[in-house]
């Protein structure tokens, strides 16, 4: 077995991947590599999307996806688009079927380059998310940031897009909260026993908002696709949307934007853009790596 594997550095609206091809191989990325990875300013990523030969019929992978600090993650939604894409250009499909942690995603790459994912049906049940205490109506919950009389971020919507995320309403551009000082305290909070991600949404319109993550496992993200497809659903569930919306990720360059739908068959569908930056191999078991020469350019 060769020591070494390939590996892109992609980004799904800023969001940093690393897409590895562990086809046929037994092993995994272990945390100790990730964590050396997510260390090294060349390779900085928020998460790992590992392609692994298939294990169920009828799929055409499974994909481990492994978090900054070492630990698994159940979905990534804009890691799944630049998993995509990396097939794509691979084999000419533009059709896929992946197993992962949170069940089977289908996705689709379109003429115009954005690819669709379905990421699967939001999951509303208190035990299910999970959350510590019971909730009858996890569309508002009793969890807030601040003084009592005047909290900073209070009364989250919370669901599981394959994982789990709180949606904090906020009246005031996202940016503008200090997330980086609240995001750990949110994520590690005794009401969520595997932790959460946390976002904040400014809803623009009916068919707009605006978000900004802490993910879990990862920190301040530049974009977050399974909290974009929270965002969504839960600005739909709570009469602030339509059940189709853009979302603006405001952290994310450019202001990038998503397109979520929560269908009448309650499946949940994100469409975006996926970016190839650079190429090279790595050793995923100790992290070390070695970035492939750029083409040349010739003279005209």
Same mark, same amino acid.
């Given at each position: ?25 037994? =092993? ?11 260390? =090294?300013? &060349? ?6 999307? &590992? ?47 992946? $197993? ?11 003429? =115009? ?11 509303? $049940? ?17 969890? $807030? ?72 496992? &990862? ?7 399974? &909290? ?63 970035? =492939? ?8």
């Amino acid at each position: 077995m060769a020591d070494t594997v390939e590996f892109a550095k992609m980004n799904g609206l800023g969001n940093k991947i690393l897409v590895v091809d562990m086809r046929g191989r037994k =092993d995994r990325v272990t945390p100790e590599a990730a964590i050396a990875l997510a260390a =090294d300013p &060349a390779t900085n990523f928020d998460q790992i999307m &590992a392609i692994h030969d298939p294990k169920l019929a009828g799929t055409d992978a499974y994909i481990d996806i492994v978090n900054c600090d070492g630990t698994r993650a159940q979905a990534c939604g804009n890691g799944t688009r630049c998993v995509v894409q990396a097939l794509s250009a691979e084999t000419g499909r533009k059709a896929f079927t992946f $197993q992962t942690l949170a069940g089977i995603l289908n996705a689709q790459e379109h003429q =115009d380059g954005t690819i669709s994912v379905d990421m699967g049906k939001p999951v509303f $049940q208190w035990d299910k998310i999970p959350l510590s205490e019971e909730f009858h109506d996890t569309s508002r919950i009793e969890l $807030q940031i601040g003084p009592i009389d005047n909290p900073v971020l209070h009364s989250p919507a919370v669901m599981s897009m394959g994982n789990p995320h709180a949606i904090f309403w906020v009246g005031r551009d996202p940016m503008s909260f200090e997330l980086e000082r609240f995001g750990p305290l949110l994520e590690n909070h005794p009401m969520f026993p595997e932790r959460a991600n946390i976002t904040l949404a400014q809803v623009i319109s009916p068919t707009e908002m605006v978000t900004r993550t802490w993910e879990r496992g &990862a920190g301040l993200t530049l974009a977050c696709g399974s &909290a974009a497809c929270s965002a969504g659903v839960s600005g739909a569930r709570t009469g602030r949307t339509e059940r189709k919306v853009d979302i603006v990720v405001a952290s994310s360059p450019n202001r990038g934007k998503l397109s979520i739908e929560w269908r009448a068959d309650d499946h949940v569908i994100m469409t975006g853009p996926a970016e190839w930056e650079w190429s090279g191999t790595l050793d995923p078991v100790s992290g070390s790596f070695t970035r =492939d020469a750029e083409p040349e350019v010739q003279a005209q």
